[in-house]
């Protein structure tokens, strides 16, 4: 099964509200990966975090990395009708029976009303 | 380049018959990985690779095979298609994963109806 639980599941949101989306896992990870996939698409990698505390922006999307590497978020600052998708969080523990495994959490799916 | 291509893009079999999906990639990735995708389910894991000659099963590898011949293809068989195998279908590569992951770059996918 998934490695992480990500919350909320779904998230519907007024055009310029924020978002935000967890990842939540009950090990320690070694990297984190975030995806976002429009509807109809494909996922498209957005950000690799590493290192414990980590914290990435682009643009209006913030992306954390947990003290302990057990958790991470993507913030959305004032969204637009162009951040419609699904995010997912794809968590690796790391080598050993992880080594070159890739696995996604359920994803949250996005919807902004204009 | 053209990254990661799937062929083909819908599919609608018979329960029964069987059929591959074709998978290419010419960045020179050594890990490929086949996911499918229903509805509330999220990226479901179903074999990978992590090199020419080296797969393995992920979280749902029942009713597929998979093999790398290659290190541009990885072809995707489903040996007697069943009704729960319709889902949408991702073929995805990378550099690496684990504890040194590298972005991975994702197909367009492949529609797959079993009636």
């Known amino acids: 099964g998934q490695q992480v639980m990500q919350i909320p599941q779904y998230q519907h949101v007024q055009e310029g509200e924020d978002f935000t989306t967890y990842c939540n896992s009950s090990t320690t990870l070694s990297n984190i990966q975030w995806y976002k996939q429009r509807p109809g698409g494909h996922p498209v990698f957005l950000i690799q975090l590493v290192k414990s505390g980590e914290v990435k922006k682009q643009k209006r999307l913030t992306f954390q990395f947990g003290e302990a590497k057990k958790n991470s978020s993507l913030h959305i600052t004032a969204t637009q009708t162009t951040d419609v998708g699904t995010y997912f969080c794809a968590p690796s523990k790391g080598g050993g029976t992880s080594y070159g495994k890739l696995t996604f959490g359920q994803g949250t799916i996005l919807t902004v009303h204009p | 380049n053209a990254g990661v291509t799937q062929t083909p893009k819908f599919q609608v079999l018979k329960t029964g018959q069987s059929m591959t999906l074709q998978c290419a990639q010419d960045m020179n990735h050594e890990y490929m990985s086949w996911y499918r995708q229903d509805p509330g389910m999220g990226l479901r894991l179903i074999h990978y690779?992590?090199?020419?000659?080296?797969?393995d099963q992920g979280e749902v590898p029942n009713g597929y095979n998979v093999s790398r011949s290659t290190t541009e293809d990885f072809p995707l068989r489903l040996l007697s298609a069943a009704p729960s195998q319709t889902s949408v279908y991702f073929c995805?590569?990378?550099f690496g994963q684990g504890k040194s992951g590298t972005e991975a770059f994702f197909g367009q996918g492949t529609r797959l109806t079993v009636v």
């Open positions: 995805a590569s990378s």
């Open positions: 690779s992590v090199g020419a000659g080296i797969t």
